[in-house]
């Protein structure tokens, strides 16, 4: 199993930068593909950023792309997510994930604020 825990969220102003890190526990993180997931109030969860287990593949939400980037450090246990030119639009609790090859995102962080003013 793996435990995750987010931080770096905040309050920014649009054009902003942030970002986000995703500290996992235990020995196998590089056994699991991550991702990001966000959720604004009174919508559903949504992708954001997902990388392979070996972070050489990158799949992004259309609304992030050319803006966001994730990357991992599997020698630190830990997935970021750098977002730049944020707008008021992104703002909302974002969430890491972990998900073993195959299988669904299984394993969720507890979740970060990001606010983006106007």
């Known amino acids: 199993q793996v435990q995750l825990v987010e931080s770096g969220g905040g309050l920014v102003q649009a054009g902003g930068s942030l970002r986000l890190s995703c500290a996992a526990s235990g020995r196998t993180f590089n056994s699991y593909n991550m991702g990001w997931f966000r959720q604004a109030p009174g919508k559903d969860r949504e992708f954001v950023a997902g990388?392979?287990?070996?972070?050489?593949?990158?799949n992004y939400a259309d609304s992030v792309k050319g803006r966001f980037t994730i990357s991992r450090d599997n020698a630190k246990n830990t997935v970021y997510l750098q977002m730049n030119s944020l707008k008021p639009e992104d703002t909302a609790v974002y969430y890491c994930?972990?998900?073993?090859?195959?299988?669904?995102?299984?394993?969720w962080g507890p979740g970060t604020q990001v606010t983006v003013s106007s």
């Open positions: 994930a972990a998900a073993l090859s195959g299988r669904g995102y299984g394993y």
């Open positions: 990388i392979s287990w070996s972070g050489g593949s990158a």
